[in-house]
T-cell receptor, first 109, second 116 residues
Framework: LAKTTQPISMDSYEGQEVNITCSHN???????ITWYQQFPSQGPRFIIQ???TKVTNEVASLFIPADRKSSTLSLPRVSLSDTAVYYC??????????FGAGTRLFVKA | DAGVIQSPRHEVTEMGQEVTLRCKPI?????LFWYRQTMMRGLELLIY????????DSGMPEDRFSAKMPNASFSTLKIQPSEPRDSAVYFC??????????????FGPGTRLTVT
């Protein structure tokens, strides 16, 4: 399984765009990159998944460069309710999953 | 769909007692996962099942922990005997493994276990 490195924490203000970058240097050819969000006292929630280039959904965008050794989760115009922990998970097919420490995002008013 | 259902939501028990946590996965999902989350260790995968069969239980901390999945709609995680260091939030998650894109796991609300 690919080892990941993410910032431990980030601060932002409401209305700003937030970019969280995850390094996964030893990602395997078959690995997809999945991001989860976890609010306090809740289980993680799937945000977005991609393999390469750019993926966008109603919640976020995911940018993956050609070498796939990193990925960036982009949250447009964050609000207070986006305060959460964000996890980056390279892997395949939903079996063995390793959640690292994640990035704790704190959005201020 | 009601999502993944876990019970109880909170459990307080004394050291040495048996604890059973229950999970009902989302209908149609064929993979089920048990996780444990603490401040110190983060979110740890304990065991996962595919089509009711345990695939990897290497994350189960000790023989005191056991998990079963008798059918596609029910799983249990049992701790016997429980110890204070087992205090944590235990999450159950399920997914539908039918393609490489089925990496999305749906998590239940968790069971907060306190062992005194």
């Amino acid at each position: 399984l690919a080892k990941t490195t993410q910032p431990i924490s980030m601060d932002s203000y409401e209305g700003q765009e937030v970019n969280i970058t995850c390094s996964h240097n030893n990602i395997a050819t078959n690995d997809y990159i999945t991001w989860y969000q976890q609010f306090p006292s809740q289980g993680p929630r799937f945000i977005i998944q991609g393999y390469k280039t750019k993926v966008t959904n109603e919640v976020a965008s995911l940018f993956i460069p050609a070498d796939r050794k990193s990925s960036t989760l982009s949250l447009p115009r964050v609000s207070l309710s986006d305060t959460a922990v964000y996890y980056c998970l390279p892997g395949t097919g939903g079996f063995k999953t390793i959640f690292g420490a994640g990035t704790r995002l704190f959005v201020k008013a | 769909d009601a999502g993944v259902i876990q019970s109880p939501r909170h459990e307080v028990t004394e050291m040495g007692q048996e604890v059973t946590l229950r999970c009902k996965p989302i209908s149609g999902h064929n993979s089920l996962f048990w996780y444990r989350q603490t401040m110190m260790r983060g979110l740890e995968l304990l065991i996962y099942f595919n089509n009711n069969v345990p695939i990897d239980d290497s994350g189960m901390p000790e023989d005191r922990f056991s998990a079963k999945m008798p059918n596609a709609s029910f799983s249990t995680l049992k701790i016997q005997p429980s110890e204070p260091r087992d205090s944590a939030v235990y999450f159950c998650a399920s997914s539908r493994r039918d393609s490489q894109l089925s990496y999305e796991q749906y998590f239940g609300p968790g069971t907060r276990l306190t062992v005194t």
